[in-house]
């Protein structure tokens, strides 16, 4: 019975040792798409979101466009440099064209517009995610995010 516990023991210590292995590969490893992504899995951002709906109408028969937004409720789930994942009651269409104003937890509001790349229902949540590109953002905007991402890739998002 000692002996079984002994080679479960080192064989778990294998494992983990292994794993360790990888990682610290991993993490010494060029910033490649897949690395990103994968930390964007890791790290969920607590942020508020306030997403509004550029909706272009013409007025009459006239050829003159006019936008106006609509605002929607929408959670903030994942934040990249370029895009992220939100969550609404109402399915976004590719290719919609949102205005997003995130308010990061420690470095203020960011205005940016996006364009929704993918979508699909959660049954869970009872709503539909949609995957955002965004598109258009201020370089002050930029910075603020980009520094917010990377304090929160240094405390994991805690």
Sequence with gaps: MQERRTIVRRQADRSLLSRVQQLEEFSQGADT???RHLRRQAIRHNCSLKVSLKIRHSMHAEDIWSVDEHPIKGKLYDLSYDGALILTANMLEIGQELNLAI?????GDIRAIAVVRWNRAVEHAKGFAAGVQ????????SRRLRAFLNDM???IGL
């Design 103 to 107: 308010t990061l937890r420690t470095h």
């Design 134 to 141: 965004i598109t258009q953002i201020q370089e002050s905007d």
């Design 33 to 35: 798409k897949e690395r």
């Design 153 to 155: 890739e240094k405390s």
